[in-house]
């Protein structure tokens, strides 16, 4: 869901369908060019018209397709400029117009698709953690309201699972840091792996992390909790890592006004269950008043 999420819109790959109406368009945009060019005759400068479609095809469907209406462009205005030839004082000049003209075209257009993919990187980094490759805490807050404006408007309540590794220090101390990553990114792998589509993992730091499930009442929430918990703790057993999981649950079905409420009681309630064991779940019904559900120890 995270890379669906962090897609943005005008950041989305064009279907064949469309990049194909897109050239058509933008195309038949710069042959209506040089045909004004044509009628108006040599005295106007309307060549900057061409820079509309040029930008906009190179920033919605690439490089490639900014070159393409380029070139287009250069030619539409070079067949306007030869009808008229009899306006130059030389045969050649609107060739070497072109020549300048296409290399300016050109330069605009790789300029405007390698901004587009530069800013994609940096979004990409700004909401994306480094290690697992699964969203960081900002993104996760920034998807969160986005769940809970819904939420609010259809009435369906918000579970927020928050889980802390027990014990993850002591992998690091004794077998290195590089053990201590390789575990991080397979409890990203594992928890993408056992959740829904449309639900988000992140990883808040260090070795907390939590999920966002949205549409979800308490007993599915409790469920995906000890899913989770018990997929981590075979992944553990499997690679050999003594680490336990201690998780919090909350679920809203009155919506608070701030994110940042549903992350502070889903932490503390983390810390509850870290206070009692290892592998210990403690969950939370958020209504009118607060109702808690008996921890549960795998």
Same mark, same amino acid.
């Given at each position: 869901?995270?890379?669906?999420?962090?897609? =943005?819109?005008?950041?989305?790959? !064009?279907?064949? #369908?469309?990049? /194909? $109406?897109? *050239?058509?368009?933008?195309?038949?945009?710069?042959?209506?060019?040089?045909? =004004?060019?044509?009628?108006?005759? !040599?005295?106007? #400068?309307?060549? /900057? $018209?061409? *820079?509309?479609?040029?930008?906009?095809?190179?920033?919605?469907?690439?490089?490639?397709?900014?070159?393409?209406?380029?070139?287009?462009?250069?030619?539409?205005?070079?067949?306007?400029?030869?009808?008229?030839?009899?306006?130059?004082?030389?045969?050649?000049?609107?060739?070497?117009?072109?020549?300048?003209?296409?290399?300016?075209?050109?330069?605009?257009?790789?300029?405007?698709?390698?901004?587009?993919?530069?800013?994609?990187?940096?979004?990409?980094?700004?909401?994306?953690?480094?290690?697992?490759?699964?969203?960081?805490?900002?993104?996760?807050?920034?998807?969160?309201?986005?769940?809970?404006?819904?939420?609010?408007?259809?009435?369906?309540?918000?579970?927020?699972?928050?889980?802390?590794?027990?014990?993850?220090?002591?992998?690091?101390?004794?077998?290195?840091?590089?053990?201590?990553?390789?575990?991080?990114?397979?409890?990203?792998?594992?928890?993408?792996?056992?959740?829904?589509?449309?639900?988000?993992?992140?990883?808040?730091?260090?070795?907390?992390?939590?999920?966002?499930?949205?549409?979800?009442?308490?007993?599915?929430?409790?469920?995906?909790?000890?899913?989770?918990?018990?997929?981590?703790?075979?992944?553990?057993?499997?690679?050999?890592?003594?680490?336990?999981?201690?998780?919090?649950?909350?679920?809203?079905?009155?919506?608070?006004?701030?994110?940042?409420?549903?992350?502070?009681?889903?932490?503390?309630?983390?810390?509850?269950?870290?206070?009692?064991?290892?592998?210990?779940?403690?969950?939370?019904?958020?209504?009118?008043?607060?109702?808690?559900?008996?921890?549960?120890?795998?």
């Amino acid at each position: 869901m995270f890379s669906r999420f962090n897609k =943005i819109a005008w950041a989305a790959e !064009p279907t064949p #369908a469309f990049t /194909l $109406l897109i *050239l058509i368009i933008t195309f038949m945009a710069t042959m209506f060019i040089g045909y =004004i060019r044509y009628i108006t005759g !040599p005295e106007y #400068a309307l060549s /900057l $018209l061409f *820079l509309f479609p040029i930008v906009f095809i190179s920033w919605v469907v690439g490089c490639k397709a900014g070159v393409f209406i380029s070139l287009s462009s250069a030619l539409s205005w070079l067949i306007a400029d030869i009808s008229m030839i009899g306006h130059f004082s030389h045969w050649f000049v609107p060739y070497v117009n072109e020549l300048f003209r296409v290399i300016v075209f050109l330069f605009i257009s790789f300029l405007i698709a390698r901004l587009k993919q530069i800013i994609l990187v940096q979004t990409e980094l700004a909401t994306t953690d480094p290690l697992t490759k699964i969203a960081n805490r900002l993104a996760f807050i920034k998807f969160a309201e986005h769940e809970l404006n819904k939420a609010r408007r259809y009435g369906y309540p918000v579970s927020i699972i928050y889980f802390d590794l027990d014990n993850f220090k002591t992998i690091n101390d004794r077998h290195g840091h590089s053990e201590g990553d390789k575990l991080l990114k397979c409890v990203a792998k594992t928890v993408q792996e056992n959740i829904r589509v449309i639900d988000i993992v992140a990883r808040f730091g260090g070795d907390e992390f939590g999920l966002l499930l949205p549409g979800t009442e308490s007993s599915a929430a409790y469920a995906v909790g000890v899913k989770v918990m018990r997929k981590l703790n075979q992944m553990m057993k499997q690679n050999k890592w003594e680490v336990g999981i201690s998780t919090g649950i909350v679920t809203y079905e009155k919506i608070p006004s701030h994110i940042e409420e549903m992350i502070r009681k889903a932490d503390g309630l983390m810390y509850t269950a870290k206070k009692k064991g290892t592998n210990i779940i403690v969950h939370q019904i958020v209504k009118e008043k607060v109702t808690k559900i008996p921890f549960y120890h795998l």
